[in-house]
């Protein structure tokens, strides 16, 4: 990043409303994309609500209108396989706490949810998204293959075949075809999933938590093979000479040349 970027506003809004917390995605300049200082403050984040009893759920949502538009490709600058590899074990400890803690989470998607944005959307037990909210993969257009759980929860709500159109031709989803398709649970007018994503985390705050976190522990199992598989897979990916390309590529707004190494 330049001087002007790496001062720009990057934080994690914590905002309670009774038993639910709200955690806001809030880097503007990059459209929330998930650098890896973000991702740590959304990890402590989700520490500190875990460990206060007074918390029963969680809404995960993004500033201005985006929910988030991936990873910052802007970081990406890994120059060796175990570098990779201590980048995938930083944001493992960010999926498990998502997919796996005791506290249910909904996702109030509002603009993009891509590559890594829409991994932690994902990632969520409930997604609430605007009807002109746009759902894409796109990790391939870097030389990475999809992470953070993405290869096992994509086909999981919508299906292997849909889920690989999805991972290999970079098809996006408006939030109301998203809907048909399994993608997200609920669609609701442009700026109103927020409002709708507490409503439906009030609902779960009152439930009995234990049943909740023991659903939530069965539905992660398939997930934790994904992650052993992803933590060498791209960890691999982060050093070829495709990602270069990509990363490049896309910093400079041209079109990549991949070469298959």
């Not at 984040?45 to 993004?62: C, H, M, N």
């Not at 994902?122 to 759980?149: P, Q």
């Not at 705050?205 to 909740?212: R, Y």
Request: charged share 25%; glycine share 8%; aromatic share 6%.
């Amino acid at each position: 990043m330049d001087g002007a970027e790496s001062t720009a506003r990057m934080r994690i809004i914590e905002e309670r409303d009774g038993p639910v917390m709200v955690l806001t995605l809030d880097y503007p300049a990059r459209r929330n994309a998930l650098a890896v200082p973000l991702r740590v403050e959304l990890e402590q984040a989700l520490e500190r609500a875990s460990a206060d009893g007074s918390t029963r759920a969680i809404v995960l949502t993004g500033s201005e209108g985006v929910f988030s538009a991936g990873g910052d490709i802007s970081g990406m600058n890994i120059a060796t396989a175990h570098e990779g590899r201590e980048r995938m074990r930083r944001t493992h400890r960010l999926v498990r706490l998502l997919a796996r803690g005791n506290l249910p989470v909904v996702a109030a998607v509002e603009g993009w949810a891509v590559g890594a944005g829409l991994s932690l959307a994902l990632l969520c037990d409930t997604i609430v998204a605007a009807d002109d909210a746009r759902f894409m993969a796109g990790f391939h257009k870097i030389g990475l293959m999809a992470d953070m759980g993405l290869p096992a929860t994509l086909p999981a709500r919508i299906g292997a075949g849909r889920a690989r159109d999805m991972l290999l031709h970079h098809t996006q989803y408006l939030g109301t075809e998203a809907q048909r398709i399994g993608l997200v649970d609920y669609v609701v007018p442009k700026g109103k999933a927020l409002e709708v994503a507490l409503e439906k985390a009030r609902f779960l705050a009152q439930e009995a938590p234990l049943p909740i976190a023991y659903t939530r522990q069965w539905f992660a199992e398939e997930l934790e093979r994904a992650l052993a598989r992803e933590a060498d897979w791209q960890a691999a990916l982060f050093v070829t000479e495709d990602h270069k390309e990509g990363r490049e590529a896309f910093l400079s707004k041209r079109k990549p040349v991949f070469r298959g190494r």
